[in-house]
C-alpha cells in the first residue's frame, strides 16, 4: 500500500522542496511554499516496472493522416486565434487579468454556439447562476440555451457531464476554483489544480467534448498555478488589453491544432466584444499630425500585417540614473537599441529620460519593431518631425546594421492600402511592393540617424552630435 507523506510545494511556480522556505529557489518568489499531503512512489525503490502492464500497439509515420474536425464558434476572431475552430476533444487554457473581459468572450461564445442548435455547458466557481444570467441579459443574449451551473466539486461537474447527449463544448470558469476529493489539499493549491484540470482534460479526451479551463493570471502577466497544466492542454491563450483602452488582443501561445503567432482583435463595447476586421485602421485613428517623436511600425501578428504608432519622448533628466519608462514593448529591447544608437550613431542619450509608448494598447513582440522605435527616438532627441507618408520597419543588430526582416511585401501592401507612400526598412532584393510603394532600403543605422537629424532644428542637432 502506498505510503503517505508531505511535500513542500510553490503556490507561484509549482517547485517541490523537500522541506519549507521562506523563499522558493526556483522563482524567488517569498511565502509561497505550503506543505501539502503527495503519495509515495510505489515499486521497490520506487522504480516502476513492467509486471501487470499491457503492451501499446506502435504504428509508423507513414500512417494516414486525418484532419482534425473543428467547429466554429461564429465570432471571427476567436476563430481566427483557435486556427478554423474549436478541435472536438481539445483542452484549451485561456488566461487574462481580472475584468479584461474574459467571462464575457466565452459567454458570448457559448451563446452563438447554443443558438446554432449545439450542447454548451457553463460551469463557474467564481459567480453564481444569477450572475451570469445578469450579464448576458446584459449582452442581449439571455434567449440562448445555454446550460449554466454554479459548481467547484470536479466529481459533480463530471456527474452531470455525463447525464444526456455530450455537451459540443464546456467552459469551466475558472479552474483555480475547481477541487476534486481525490487529493487532499486546499482549492487553489498547486496539486488540486493539477488534479482537478487533469480529471477535465480526461473527460474531454474520452467524451469527444471541447473543454475550456479559465485561469487567473499573476502580476507579472503568467496563468497561475502550475507550469504543467500549460503542457497537458492542447491550447493556451491569453486575453491582453489596458484598461483604459477598448481594444483586447487574444493572442495564441501555444496551439496543437493551428499557428501559435495569431491573434484576434476585438472592441469592448456596452453590448459585448465586437470583431475589429481592419486592425491598422483602428489604432491609427487617432494619429497626431506633425509631431516630433510619432513613427508608424508596419508589423506582422501571425498572417496578418498591423500598422501602430510608435510614440517616444526623450527629455534632459536631473536625475543620476535617468529614468526609462515603456509600455507595449520590451524593455530589455529598448536598452539594446539606446546602447546602439549612441555607440555606432554618436547619440549622446545618457543624461536622458526615454518614454515609449505604442499607441492603442498593443504589445509589439517582434524584432521587426527596432528601426520603428529608433526612428521615433531620434526624432524627438532632435525635434524632428518625420515625414507622415512613412512607415518604418527593420531589425537592428548590435553592430548598428539592419537586418532584414520576414514579409516585407506584406508590409508595404498594407501600407499602401492606407495610404502610406513610403517604406524605410532594410535594404534587399525588394524593391517595390503591390501598389507602387518605394522602398528605402537601409544598411546601416548612420543613415537613418542622418537623415532625421538633418530635419531638426539646428541648435537641436548641433547639441544631439556634440
Known amino acids: 500500500m502506498a505510503k503517505s507523506r508531505s511535500t513542500f510545494i510553490c503556490q507561484s511556480c509549482g517547485a517541490t522542496h523537500n522541506r519549507w522556505n521562506g523563499r522558493c529557489e526556483a522563482c524567488e518568489a517569498w511565502n509561497t511554499i505550503v506543505e501539502e499531503a503527495a503519495m509515495a512512489p510505489s515499486g521497490k525503490g520506487g522504480v516502476v516496472t513492467a509486471r501487470g502492464g499491457r503492451a501499446v500497439a506502435l504504428e509508423s509515420l507513414g500512417g494516414p493522416v486525418e484532419t482534425a474536425p473543428r467547429f466554429q464558434a461564429g465570432i471571427g476572431e476567436l476563430d481566427r486565434?483557435?486556427?478554423?475552430?474549436?478541435?472536438?476533444g481539445s483542452a484549451l487554457l485561456l488566461g487574462g487579468e481580472p475584468g479584461i473581459g474574459k467571462s464575457t468572450l466565452l459567454i458570448q461564445a457559448a451563446a452563438a454556439l447554443a443558438q446554432a442548435g449545439h450542447r454548451i455547458v457553463y460551469i463557474s466557481g467564481e459567480e453564481a447562476a444569477a450572475q451570469i444570467r445578469m450579464r448576458a441579459d446584459r449582452l442581449g443574449l439571455s434567449g440562448a440555451p445555454v446550460e449554466l451551473g454554479a459548481e467547484t466539486n470536479v466529481e459533480d461537474i463530471l456527474a452531470t457531464l455525463s447525464r444526456g447527449t455530450v455537451p459540443r463544448?464546456?467552459?469551466?470558469?475558472?479552474?483555480?476554483?475547481?477541487?476534486?476529493s481525490t487529493v487532499d489539499s486546499a482549492p487553489g493549491t498547486v496539486t488540486q489544480v493539477r488534479a482537478s484540470a487533469q480529471a477535465l482534460i480526461r473527460y474531454a479526451k474520452t467524451s469527444g467534448a471541447a473543454v475550456i479551463l479559465v485561469g487567473h493570471v499573476t502580476k507579472d502577466g503568467q496563468i497561475a498555478?502550475?507550469?504543467?497544466?500549460?503542457?497537458?492542454v492542447d491550447a493556451v491563450f491569453s486575453f491582453e488589453g489596458e484598461q483604459g483602452h477598448a481594444f483586447r488582443i487574444l493572442r495564441a501561445q501555444k496551439n496543437r491544432f493551428g499557428p501559435t503567432d495569431e491573434i484576434g482583435v476585438f472592441s469592448m463595447t456596452g453590448r459585448g466584444l465586437e470583431d475589429v476586421a481592419n486592425p491598422s485602421a483602428l489604432f491609427l485613428s487617432s494619429r497626431e499630425v506633425a509631431a516630433p517623436g510619432v513613427a508608424v511600425f508596419a508589423g506582422i501578428e501571425g498572417t496578418r500585417p498591423i500598422l501602430v504608432e510608435i510614440q517616444a519622448l526623450v527629455a534632459p533628466s536631473s536625475l543620476g540614473t535617468p529614468r526609462r519608462a515603456v509600455v507595449g514593448w520590451d524593455s530589455n529591447r529598448l536598452s539594446m537599441v539606446l546602447a546602439v544608437l549612441e555607440a555606432h550613431a554618436g547619440l549622446r542619450l545618457g543624461s536622458h529620460d526615454v518614454f515609449l509608448n505604442v499607441a492603442g494598447g498593443?504589445?509589439?513582440?517582434?524584432?521587426?519593431?527596432?528601426?520603428?522605435?529608433?526612428?521615433?527616438l531620434v526624432s524627438s532627441f532632435t525635434n524632428a518631425v518625420l515625414p507622415m507618408d512613412s512607415v518604418f520597419f527593420g531589425e537592428i543588430s548590435l553592430s548598428g546594421s539592419v537586418r532584414p526582416v520576414a514579409h516585407a511585401g506584406l508590409r508595404m501592401k498594407e501600407s499602401t492600402r492606407l495610404g502610406f507612400a513610403r517604406a524605410i526598412g532594410p535594404a534587399g532584393p525588394l524593391e517595390h511592393a503591390?501598389?507602387?510603394m518605394?522602398?528605402?532600403?537601409?544598411?546601416?543605422?548612420?543613415s537613418l540617424v542622418a537623415d532625421i537629424a538633418a530635419r531638426g532644428s539646428r541648435s537641436t542637432r548641433a547639441a544631439a552630435m556634440a
Open 81 to 88: 486565434v483557435t486556427g478554423g475552430g474549436f478541435v472536438h
Open 169 to 180: 463544448l464546456v467552459v469551466i470558469d475558472s479552474i483555480q476554483t475547481m477541487w476534486t
Open 225 to 232: 498555478g502550475p507550469r504543467v497544466v500549460e503542457h497537458m
Open 362 to 376: 498593443l504589445r509589439i513582440q517582434e524584432p521587426a519593431a527596432d528601426i520603428a522605435v529608433a526612428a521615433a
Open 434 to 436: 503591390d501598389g507602387g
Open 438 to 446: 518605394a522602398l528605402n532600403g537601409l544598411t546601416s543605422l548612420d
